[in-house]
């Protein structure tokens, strides 16, 4: 059952500038491009690169004045799913190079302060029943209130004021996750269930899984129980909102809005 | 003229825990590791992975009681070194896709606030000439005092109270650089003029160099003014010190003591 | 030459709810309040109490749904001048006891943090004309931008942005003053020079003055530079914007809205 | 019953520097100071001024060197004792002027963020039930780890790292109490119950009482469970701990230790 996407935004560039991109479905096993259009105003320069992990592409640009950007794609989800109460811890020694950055603190996931809470709060659970846990707990103890965050915005001032949007509740779920010594990392995404439909962001643990070489395998997380992970089609991944943002601009600029819309086709 | 590196450290783990090390002199085509000899106590698991960028190792372990670690290596710095005020800017979007990470906020270096002061303090600047500016800014405007900063320490708390050690210091010149639009990393390395000596720690960025293939290269720069870089040894590199601990425990542990000499030969 | 102020503003209590409220020229010796006119919704309970420092007063009040407050006034300034530049600084040991509270840190202004700094850049400066040289450093430094700070922002966040209304220039002021060990307070008042206009803030330092009991006395310090000491309406004093918000509602309440006049007469 | 109180310390002071102090026992009526006795050494400068609320002395000396201070007292506690679950709040319109600034934001106690959480946790009770269940809920969820915070921590960062010693106890028990509109300040004190014996630090909370003028009182509140209220001698009060040290040096200085010693007699 393909999914459709369809986004669209606009801004506006005071000079020639620099603009970072990353809002396409990535082409990686776990879900297929079905077929996918772009139209981007012409740029003096544009060029791509690959993204974290080899999962998506950056786009660089550099332009000026008014740009806008046309997104089309349709994406068959193919991911393996697991019963992630039913998976096991990795022991840190057991995880794989690639893996260890995501263990480490980031710039919106001060993990380690928060090591003595989630000892007391989830201490008798392990591996994926932990994790279960902890994305309940968020999803229980947290509301989701648009506007109630910014870009400086950390997990910890989330764990404070208990609300926030996507990227609030996936730091918050990162930083759990990372404070049990489980790899954990920030997913941006497309999904249909997204109320009001925009970009969005989940949360994704590295556990184990004795069929996949290497004994583990990612797995996604969303406190904000609005992504369905079968129905989930992945932009990119980064340590927290820092590294994933679909826009990031070197230079004055105005954004003009957006739109996207994502369907479950048939 | 090689360097002679010799470091000890012991610590006591209280129950079977895991211990993530990362303290040997990295094979890089930079240095040449003449000859290295490491003894550690023997451990019930001991893997080697390697580390972020592909610099160095990282060592996992599992282990419990006291544990000790002695290492003694000869390393030859074989840098090519550039004059670093003549080198130009990257733009952007000319960056390859393993710098990019780089550019981003982390842990420890909140940058994107800083871009007004690093426009009102060095716009009148640009590239090699703008970073050895930051440089010696830190250079004069801070205090390295020993026991100023502990692990919460970020580059927003340094740069308000202008003191620091060798990781603080790093980490102000990581910011500001970034704050520019110019990736940067953070160092842990062995040099010589460290006093008192003990691991160390520089900030690296990329700038352009046209002798090379994708146009840029990583160049050091230490504000704290003890570390040459004809005579840096490089252990590993990260986005901040939250990537390069020498030593991470998982588990209830306690550090013990650590020796470190580094000089040079002849 | 009296100044003519008018001020309205509207807001919506969903439910019964409290409202403190703090927005009249206070009736203090170095400002005479010629005729005052304030007319407010009928509300349950309102009564008035004494606000910090015996400097005007707050209002409390209990109502429910939509609020109005209609207030005019004329007030003659009388306050003595004094060249700041040429007055010394009270030693702490000479600081009478109600001045001491504003040598402390508060909410907003961490001010132990900045005295490497504030050594650095003004020790060479003492009484009055260091306190002339941190509003000069403050005003070259930063930039009005409307916006750009929030409820949440402190004097630290404002010094690494270098930017803010305001609020966040006296933040930084009173900041600066604190780490030489000069009392410093924020007033809330009005302004004829304020644009647009609206309310308004400025910090307020306490210098030594032998023609005064006690020994010294505040004076008015506006980085801004909008707000003329000698046409500065004060309406209350606090340790910093968390003690004299105009406003401050206990329930649930949305703002709807306000307008500002503040004229000279003649 | 007598509490019996002695208190040394030792501070030198590099060239002539000024010091504010408070560690006396505060002559109020709640506690009789039976007798007191202290020595000092002689001093170029020496004055008392009231502290805050009027609750006990500052003092203000002025030396150079090597300083000590012995103090001893007797005092007779003779507070009124309330069972606190039994007190109803006071609505904020009810508040008395000298209540109001404990319900703001001060420098270690951020209570504004915390309103979601305390609405979601203790919004089931009113008055001096949710007093109380706050007081236990740090209780339990706390660990007392000596040197785990310092003199930058604040009760967001207790509030996520979920330990601290009596200051940040109280700092977390001020922020809970002021996010419910219940005003809240920082008692600093000697209690024999103190383990290992030093100065300690509780909270107070301002509640109805029908029995007396104004319609409310202050009740002490150890959410480390130290210190009996029966037997706990106040020496100041502040916002928070920025406003009671019981030492601050204005210059550079060396403390050189205290001790404490705090008995019931007979």
Redesign the interface.
């Known amino acids: 059952m393909p999914i459709d996407i369809a986004a669209s935004f606009t801004f506006s560039l005071n000079g020639p500038s620099?603009v970072?991109l990353q809002f396409e479905a990535a082409a990686i096993p776990e879900q297929e491009v079905l077929s996918c259009d772009c139209t981007m105003t012409e740029a003096a320069?544009l060029?791509r690169?690959?993204?974290?992990d080899n999962i998506g592409e950056?786009i660089?640009?550099?332009s000026e004045g008014q740009y806008q950007i046309d997104y089309k794609a349709q994406v068959e989800v193919k991911r393996l799913l697991a019963e992630i109460e039913n998976l096991g811890r990795l022991?840190?020694?057991?995880?794989?190079?690639e893996a260890?950055?995501y263990l480490?603190?980031?710039?919106y996931c001060?993990a380690?302060?928060?090591q003595?809470?989630v000892e007391?709060e989830f201490g008798h659970l392990s591996g994926g029943k932990r994790m279960i846990a902890m994305r309940d707990w968020v999803s229980e103890?947290f509301?989701y209130v648009p506007g109630s965050s910014d870009?400086?915005t950390t997990a910890?001032?989330s764990?404070?004021?208990?609300?926030g949007i996507c990227r609030d509740y996936a730091h918050v779920m990162i930083t759990l996750a990372r404070a049990s010594?489980v790899p954990a990392r920030f997913v941006s995404c497309y999904a249909p269930g997204v109320t009001p439909q925009d970009f969005h962001a989940v949360a994704e643990v590295f556990l184990a899984d004795e069929t996949i070489p290497g004994g583990g395998a990612w797995h996604i997380l969303d406190a904000t129980g609005m992504a369905d992970p079968a129905e989930t089609v992945k932009i990119g991944v980064?340590?927290d909102a820092?590294?994933v943002s679909f826009m990031t601009t070197?230079g004055p600029a105005m954004f003009e809005g957006k739109t996207v819309s994502v369907q479950k086709i048939g």
Chains 1, 2, 3, 4 share one sequence.
């Open positions: 620099d970072l320069h060029a690169i690959p993204a974290q950056r660089w640009l550099r022991e840190p020694h057991d995880l794989p190079g260890v950055q480490f603190d980031s710039r001060p380690d302060r928060f003595p809470f007391a103890n509301a870009a400086t910890a001032d764990f404070i004021e208990r609300r010594a980064g340590r820092a590294d070197f």
